[in-house]
């Protein structure tokens, strides 16, 4: 058997699977296919989905060297790792003869692992350096954002990436404590926060900056944006995108992306004013959500939903949006 030194995946510490069976259904897995999982983290979905594909070929994307270890114990022949951001989607598959693929997985979410491991600063529990980078060889810190931001600038990414209430309140509050001591840990942060939390939602409070200074970090909108785009030129017609999102702003640019091909949720028209066809159709036009047995044992997984679409045919006389 080809995967037979494959690691399980689904048992790793490092990230446990969100709605795994969903995933592997609506992929509508062909045991000779072409798929790719472009958030690989620990390798849960991607072992589970290599078992089903024997004569098939995967392609795991993560940008995480973690991730990219964690990769190394793989054995499997029809397995390639590539270290890179998903938003190179195209260019990876391309150069690795691997397009056009049939299948595209991708699990938003940052594993386990990550929000557990305190080095990597994205815990609100943990103390560690403030970093919060998916790849920590290159780009801009949390602790650059927090100190060196303008108070426009934070006000902005509160605004937009926390959807914290009175976000100017919170930037002026950030620069007045920087100004006596640079933040550079997790903890420093917490504390500099925790007097503007709303009574009884502190953690609530406290998640909302932290997600939005990570997304900052790592341009996470602007990745998903530029993955969105591609995933249309690189499935055949009739291959699945299934994408998991675990917060409204990653979930609402997939579910306009698929409903409209833009990220404005706009239908485009020609010159005559009808309605260019979309090269991607919804599946489910409400998202799927995790059962209650699986919230129950994994708590992380509650915020999920999934979107599924398919890669249809262009019609003859109609183009796709361009």
């Not at 995480?64 to 998903?86: E, I, K, M, T």
């Not at 190179?88 to 299948?103: I, K, N, W």
């Not at 386990?112 to 920590?136: A, C, T, V, Y």
């Not at 100004?179 to 504390?191: F, G, K, N, S």
Request: glycine share 6%; aromatic share 8%; proline share 7%.
């Amino acid at each position: 058997m080809a995967n037979a030194d494959m690691p399980s995946g689904q048992d790793q510490p490092y990230h446990r699977p969100v709605m795994l069976q969903e995933c592997l259904r609506e992929l509508h897995l062909q045991p000779s296919g072409t798929y790719v999982d472009v958030t690989f983290g620990g390798g849960g979905h991607s072992a589970a989905m290599l078992r089903q594909l024997p004569q098939g070929k995967l392609v795991g994307f993560d940008q995480d060297g973690d991730a990219y270890q964690n990769s190394l114990a793989w054995q499997a022949p029809n397995f390639q790792f590539v270290r890179a951001n998903f938003r190179h989607l195209e260019r990876y598959l391309d150069s690795l003869d691997a397009l056009p693929v049939d299948g595209i997985l991708a699990d938003l979410g940052i594993s386990s692992w990550q929000i557990d491991e305190p080095s990597k600063g994205f815990s609100i529990r943990h103390d560690g350096p403030l970093d919060m980078r998916m790849n920590n060889a290159s780009g801009i810190s949390a602790e650059e954002v927090v100190n060196t931001y303008s108070p426009e600038e934070l006000v902005r990414i509160f605004r937009e990436y926390g959807e914290v209430p009175n976000p100017r309140r919170l930037a002026q509050h950030l620069v007045a404590e920087r100004a006596r001591r640079p933040i550079t840990t997790t903890l420093h942060l917490r504390e500099a926060l925790w007097p503007l939390a709303p009574r009884k939602a502190e953690y609530k409070f406290l998640a909302q900056v932290f997600q939005a200074i990570r997304i900052e970090v790592n341009d996470e909108l602007g990745a998903l944006k530029e993955m969105l785009l591609q995933t249309a030129k690189v499935l055949r017609p009739g291959g699945r995108l299934v994408v998991l999102t675990y917060h409204s702003l990653e979930d609402r640019l997939v579910k306009d992306f698929i409903a409209s091909g833009n990220f404005e949720g706009t239908l485009a028209k020609d010159i005559y004013g009808n309605t260019l066809n979309l090269p991607l159709e919804a599946v489910n036009k409400k998202p799927m959500a995790p059962t209650l047995a699986e919230i129950e044992a994994n708590p992380r997984a509650r915020s999920a939903k999934m979107r599924v679409a398919v890669r249809v045919q262009e019609r003859l006389g109609k183009a796709f949006p361009v």
